[in-house]
């Protein structure tokens, strides 16, 4: 199972971008998924992550407060939006889902390849 993620791009300091996640083989309904990103010569870290329960959002302290993440279920497809991008905002966006409740790295049980982000000044 393969999740695809697009939206990446180049965005002046400043600007908005939104990533999408979808998945052929896999229904999002009943799963949590998330966020993560990698920036250059560092580990990858959690972004954002929404759960199965309405409402059920979690955001990490570098995007809250400029970041949306949304599920479309029928449509199969999870969003990220990041307003207000900063260079330390550059990095490789990945998608991930689980069939836990639990929202970390080391529980995701599928992941996209990435898609990558920058922001130039």
């Known amino acids: 199972v393969q999740l695809v993620e697009s939206g990446g791009g180049v965005v002046p300091v400043g600007g908005s971008l939104r990533l999408s996640c979808t998945a052929s083989e896999l229904s999002f309904n009943g799963l949590t998924v998330g966020w993560f990103r990698r920036a250059p010569e560092k580990e990858r870290t959690k972004v954002a992550c929404i759960s199965v329960y309405p409402g059920s959002t979690e955001y990490t302290d570098p995007v809250k407060g400029r970041a949306t993440i949304s599920r479309d279920d029928p449509k199969n497809t999870v969003y990220l939006q990041i307003d207000n991008l900063q260079p330390e905002d550059t990095a490789d966006y990945y998608c991930?889902?689980?069939?836990?409740?639990?929202?970390?790295?080391?529980?995701?049980?599928?992941w996209g390849k990435g898609a990558l982000v920058t922001v130039s000044a």
């Open positions: 991930a889902a689980t069939n836990g409740v639990r929202c970390a790295e080391w529980g995701m049980d599928y």
